[in-house]
């Protein structure tokens, strides 16, 4: 709300059509997944002035690019106006779920029921988990109207005691008893998505929002010193395992995959290891990928030397001093040899002021990675890899970056939603 970029925008009116005006240069919906999924796209990337119909265009590929990476389910949108509100709801959930999740939040094992193993509680979905919490605080409140009560900070290490007035429980009509409780949650800071109407209609989407930001807000779990607890099974999934997990989930899979292994058991029962499980992923991973580039005309098969080859006669061309020797080239950990093959297929998209070249610190390094991730979303390149993959060199997702450009180039892809 208090970006610079936005100020203009807010408040909007609900009624009538100015959040789609709002999201009209493609800038907003830049900034909402950021915000979902902090440090998704750079700033830098983002074209704020003198917009015209293709530097807007360029915005939108941004937003659609980078919310595919965090798991979106994304089609064209341009013109639809309940697709647009389809993806904003997306976008909206990934940020609100981010914490509802045991090896992010250890709190939450306080939701374990007697009887109730922790992986029986690991595999519940987000959505599970918000119903478990709810449930839990109300064993000790009765209704949904004294869950503010249960949970509001009462001082001490919680935070400063917040007052909540429980007389708007006898209130007999549902849409005041509603609005009275509303006004108690937003002594917690936590009134936002619902209107009192959307609380009796048992509108799902928004009650469930308005249900996660008090999570967020005020969990109010304390993690049970329980000695019987196997704790080595709260290791958080590894960026790759995300990866892999955002890829699935932007293709569509139903239902949404919250965790990569538990939520596809029935599916892999063939597979007897589940050690080779992620290599499987990374299979489908590296043909979908590379199924743009199949046909390269003359039968001819892409594979690795295939592609590095393209890269460094693409960079000869156009004059670059980088050249790529393999995906496990140390080089590309400065991020200068995807920045000038962008350039070299995007004449004029990469700044090159924002780029710096020589004596790089880990923090130029990342600086580098980001822009390069973002510029090239922004000219459509459907890219997956995290900043993280090219500062380490990750070969095989230096591999979907290279192939996944080498696509633009080549004209393959013209825009992948479109
Ligand atoms: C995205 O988030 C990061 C970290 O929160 C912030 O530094 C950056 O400026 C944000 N970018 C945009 C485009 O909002
Ligand atoms: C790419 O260029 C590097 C450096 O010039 C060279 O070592 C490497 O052999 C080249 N690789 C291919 C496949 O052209
Ligand atoms: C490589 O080219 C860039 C400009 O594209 C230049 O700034 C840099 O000094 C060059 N590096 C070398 C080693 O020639
Ligand atoms: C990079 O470091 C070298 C040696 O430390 C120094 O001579 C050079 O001026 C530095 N270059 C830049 C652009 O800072």
Same mark, same amino acid.
């Given at each position: 709300v208090n970006d610079p970029d936005c100020k203009h925008l &807010?408040?909007?009116?609900?009624? $009538? $059509?100015s959040l789609f005006k709002s999201l009209a240069d493609d800038i907003l919906l830049c900034k909402m997944i950021n915000l979902s999924e902090p440090d998704t796209i750079d700033e830098r990337a983002i074209n704020k002035k003198k917009l015209t119909p293709f530097t807007i265009s360029e915005n939108l590929n941004l937003a659609l690019n980078s919310a595919s990476a965090v798991g979106c389910t994304v089609?064209?949108?341009?013109?639809?106006p309940h697709l647009v509100l389809g993806l904003l709801w997306q976008i909206i959930k990934v940020g609100l779920f981010a914490d509802i999740e045991i090896s992010r939040n250890e709190a939450l094992i306080a939701l374990l029921n007697e009887g109730e193993e922790l992986e029986e509680l690991m595999n519940l979905s987000p959505e599970e988990l918000l119903l478990q919490w709810v449930n839990y605080h109300l064993t000790n409140a009765e209704c949904l109207f004294s869950s503010p009560n249960q949970i509001a900070p009462k001082g001490g290490e919680d935070g400063p005691a917040i007052a909540i007035d429980l007389s708007g429980i006898n209130e007999k009509n549902d849409l005041k008893r509603a609005g009275l409780m509303l006004q108690e949650a937003d002594k917690m %800071?936590?009134?936002? #998505?619902?209107t009192p109407a959307d609380v009796v209609s048992g509108n799902l989407k928004l009650n469930l929002a308005f249900v996660a930001n008090l999570f967020n807000t005020y969990p109010c779990l304390h993690k049970p010193?329980?000695?019987? &607890?196997?704790?080595?099974?709260?290791?958080g999934e590894s960026k790759e395992e995300r990866t892999f997990r955002n890829w699935m989930n932007s293709l569509g899979v139903n239902p949404y995959v919250n965790h990569l292994y538990s939520d596809l058991a029935d599916a892999l029962v063939n597979f007897q290891e589940f050690d080779t499980y992620p290599a499987l992923v990374w299979q489908l991973m590296r043909r979908y990928t590379l199924n743009v580039l199949s $046909?390269? %005309?003359? %039968?001819e098969k892409v594979n690795n030397e295939i592609i590095i080859k393209w890269v460094n006669q693409t960079l000869k061309s156009a004059n670059k001093n980088t050249s790529i020797s *393999? #995906?496990? $080239?140390? *080089?590309i950990s400065t991020s200068l040899p995807v920045l000038d093959l962008i350039d070299a297929i995007a004449p004029n998209a990469i700044r090159q002021e924002m780029i710096k070249r020589e004596n790089l610190s880990d923090e130029d390094k990342l600086n580098n990675a980001k822009y390069a991730i973002s510029v090239a979303r922004k000219i459509s390149a459907w890219i997956y890899a995290l900043p993280d993959d090219l500062i380490e060199v990750k070969p095989k997702m230096v591999m979907t970056v290279f192939a996944c450009l080498m696509g633009k180039g080549l004209n393959r892809i013209k825009n992948h939603f479109t």
């Open positions: &807010i408040p909007m009116n609900p009624n $009538d $059509d089609v064209n949108i341009k013109g639809k %800071g936590c009134k936002q #998505f619902v010193n329980n000695n019987d &607890i196997n704790m080595n099974l709260l290791e $046909d390269l %005309g003359e %039968g *393999s #995906f496990k $080239d140390k *080089s």
